[in-house]
Each structure stands twice: as C-alpha cells, then as structure tokens.
C-alpha cells in the first residue's frame, strides 16, 4: 500500500517547503487541482526537478480533450494524471492511449459518479491504471465519506489499482488500511498538521504495514 500526499492550498515555494520536511515518508507527490489552476503545469515541471525520486500526479481532473491534457501534463514531468469517471468513455480512453505513449499512468477519480459500482466496471474495461474513490472537499463539508464507496470499487474493480481521498486523517486511516486501497491520499491530514513531518511518517508506518 502507497502514500501519496495531496498539496492544494499552497502555491509552489510553499509545496516545496512541504515536500522537503515529509518526503522520506511519501511515495507520490500530487500537485492538487487548485495548484494547477494557480500556477499552472508549471508546479508539476518544478516538483519533479526539485524532487526526481518521487513520482508526480498531476490532479487536473481532466473532463475532456483526455489525450491532449495527459499528453501536456506528461511533457511536465507527472508520472499520473487524473481524468474524471463522470467524463465521456471517448475522454477516458484517449487519456489511456495517450499516457501509453507517454509511459504514464491514468487514475480516475470516481468524484460525484452516482452509480459507483456501475460506473467503476465500465472503466475498470477501460485499462486505466488507478480508480480513485473520493469525497470531495464540498461533500466533505456536507460530511459525506467515500469509505462506503472504497467497499465498493474493492468489490467490483479487478484490474485497476484501487485508491482513496478525502478528509483522511490518522484516526480515521486504520479504517481504511483494513479495506485494503492500493493507494491512499492525504491531503489535509498532513498538511494541516503543525508537526507534518510527525504526521505523515506515523501515516507511512501504517499504510507501510499492508
Ligand atoms: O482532490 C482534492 C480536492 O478535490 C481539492 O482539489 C484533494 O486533493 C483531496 O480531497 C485530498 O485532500 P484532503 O481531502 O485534504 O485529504
């Protein structure tokens, strides 16, 4: 089982700083979603020089246009870019193609798809790479958990890896460890900790376990 962590809220001096106390703890580096729309694939391009070891996930949550966006965020340096399950099979499957070419990964992010178990076999066809349980910060706040759902896709998806995100703290993980995930993704668990460095190896130690 895999850590990754999820950098959102900083822009890319402050994604370095963090990357730089907890990367001996982390597998995956994902530069979020409100990173690539401050900055650009710009921060994806920097974390990966400053940090070659890690791999980077590029959270563009692509929608449409999947082999041109993966192909962009692959020439950047991301080893993993994330294109929505909500999207057009076409978008799927010409993010898939692409990242072939690219030798890069593709994780869907199952994010507001109604039918989970549904949805999660279609895609699972499809030969992406990752799907990607997640509750978003909206639902988050609405208090909507995606465990029930990593149930699910556990369930059902035989070929993907499996991942999860959203709102998972040190106290909730175990919870999630015993379902099993491929990967987990903390954001906020980590970077809202004073002590991150402390948070994210007691998190690594865990997942490390499986
Ligand atoms: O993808 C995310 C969210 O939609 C904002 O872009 C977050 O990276 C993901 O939810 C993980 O962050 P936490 O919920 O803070 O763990």
Request: net charge negative.
């Amino acid at each position: 089982m895999e850590l990754q962590l999820a950098l959102d809220l900083v822009d890319i001096p402050g994604a370095k700083e963090i990357v730089n106390e907890v990367a001996d703890y982390i597998d995956i580096v994902e530069i979020g979603t409100p990173i690539v729309i401050n900055e650009g694939l710009r921060a994806v391009k920097e974390l990966k020089e400053a940090f070659p070891s890690l791999r980077v996930l590029a959270d563009l949550k692509i929608m449409d246009a999947g082999g041109y966006e993966v192909m962009k965020a692959s020439e950047a340096g991301a080893s993993i870019i994330t294109v929505l399950g909500v999207s057009d099979d076409s978008t799927i499957r010409g993010a898939v193609e692409e990242a072939r070419k690219q030798n890069t990964k593709v994780m869907v992010d199952m994010i507001n798809v109604k039918d989970i178990e549904q949805r999660a076999k279609e895609i699972d066809q499809m030969g992406v790479d990752y799907i990607c349980v997640h509750s978003g910060y909206d639902h988050q706040a609405a208090g909507i958990s995606s465990f029930e759902d990593l149930l699910t896709i556990k369930r059902v998806v035989n070929r993907a890896k499996t991942a999860i995100a959203g709102g998972i703290k040190l106290s909730t993980l175990p919870q999630v460890i015993a379902a099993g995930p491929d990967l987990v993704i903390v954001g906020g668990g980590i970077t809202g900790q004073d002590d991150k460095r402390a948070a994210a190896s007691q998190m690594k130690q865990l997942v490390s376990q499986v």
